[in-house]
C-alpha cells in the first residue's frame, strides 16, 4: 500500500528545522523546490497564478511599467514576476534556490523577466536604490524571526527615489508572541509591516483581509512610497 503524501505545510516545516538544526536558516528553500522538481514535494505557496492581492492592487493602482525597473522579491516559480512584466516594466526576479530560477525559467520560456539567484540578506550592490517598483510577497515571514529585521531592511533598500514597494504577508494578532510560532512560515507582527517604512519610504495605503481559518492571523497589503 502507498504512504499518504506528506502535508505540503508540514513538509516545508520540516525541511525548515533541519535547515536550522545544521545552522543553515535559509538552506531548507532549496531543499523544498528541488524536492519539488523531483516530484517528490509541493510548494505550499505555489498558486499557479500571480497571488490574488497583487492582482487587485494592479486591478486597482493601474501602474504603467513604461520605461520603468521592477524586482521581484522571492519570485519561487514566477507567477508574480510574469504578472508584474506584463505590466510593462523591465523586470528582475530572483531567489535564493537555484532550482525555484530553473523551475521559473522551465515554466516560462519565452519570458522577457531576468530570473537570477541571489540572496536577499546580501543583495548585488547594483540593485541598491536601483527599481520603481519592489514586489515582495511571504518572503521575509519564510525566515526565522531574528533574520527578519535585516531582511526587511534589504527589501526597502532596493527602492528606488520616487519608487514602490508592495508587500504581502500574513499578519497576527498582538496576542500572539514570538515563542508560540513555530515555522514556517513565522507570520508578522503588525510592527513587522511598519518596518519596512523608514523616513523617505512611507507607507500610503494598507489592505486587511482576515483570515476565513482563523481569528488571529489576517492577510495583509501594504504599499509604500520612496519620496
Not at 92 to 119: C, M
Amino acid at each position: 500500500m502507498t504512504e499518504p503524501a506528506e502535508d505540503p505545510d508540514v513538509a516545508s516545516r520540516r525541511l525548515a528545522h533541519e535547515s536550522l538544526a545544521e545552522d543553515d536558516p535559509t538552506g531548507w528553500f532549496e531543499r523544498l523546490y528541488s524536492a519539488a522538481q523531483d516530484g517528490e514535494a509541493v510548494v505550499p505557496w505555489d498558486r499557479g497564478s500571480a497571488h490574488p492581492l497583487l492582482s487587485d492592487w494592479i486591478e486597482t493602482a493601474q501602474p504603467d511599467g513604461t520605461g520603468k525597473r521592477a524586482l521581484v522579491v522571492g519570485a519561487g516559480t514566477g507567477w508574480d514576476a510574469e504578472r508584474i512584466c506584463d505590466l510593462g516594466y523591465t523586470t528582475t526576479a530572483f531567489d535564493i534556490s537555484p532550482s525555484a530560477v530553473a523551475t521559473a525559467k522551465q515554466l516560462h520560456p519565452d519570458s522577457k523577466v531576468e530570473y537570477r539567484t541571489a540572496n536577499l540578506l546580501d543583495p548585488p550592490a547594483e540593485w541598491h536604490h536601483a527599481f520603481d517598483l519592489v514586489v515582495e510577497i511571504y518572503t521575509v515571514q519564510a525566515l526565522p524571526i531574528d533574520l527578519q529585521p535585516a531582511a526587511t531592511k534589504q527589501v526597502g533598500e532596493q527602492v528606488g527615489p520616487g519608487g514602490t514597494l508592495v508587500v504581502i504577508a500574513v499578519v497576527r494578532s498582538d496576542e500572539v508572541t514570538d515563542e508560540q510560532l513555530e515555522g514556517p512560515p513565522w507570520p508578522l507582527s503588525r510592527a513587522g509591516i511598519d518596518a519596512f517604512g523608514t523616513d523617505d519610504l512611507q507607507l500610503i495605503q494598507l489592505d486587511r483581509v482576515p483570515s476565513p481559518s482563523s481569528p488571529t492571523y489576517a492577510q495583509v497589503r501594504a504599499e509604500f512610497l520612496r519620496d
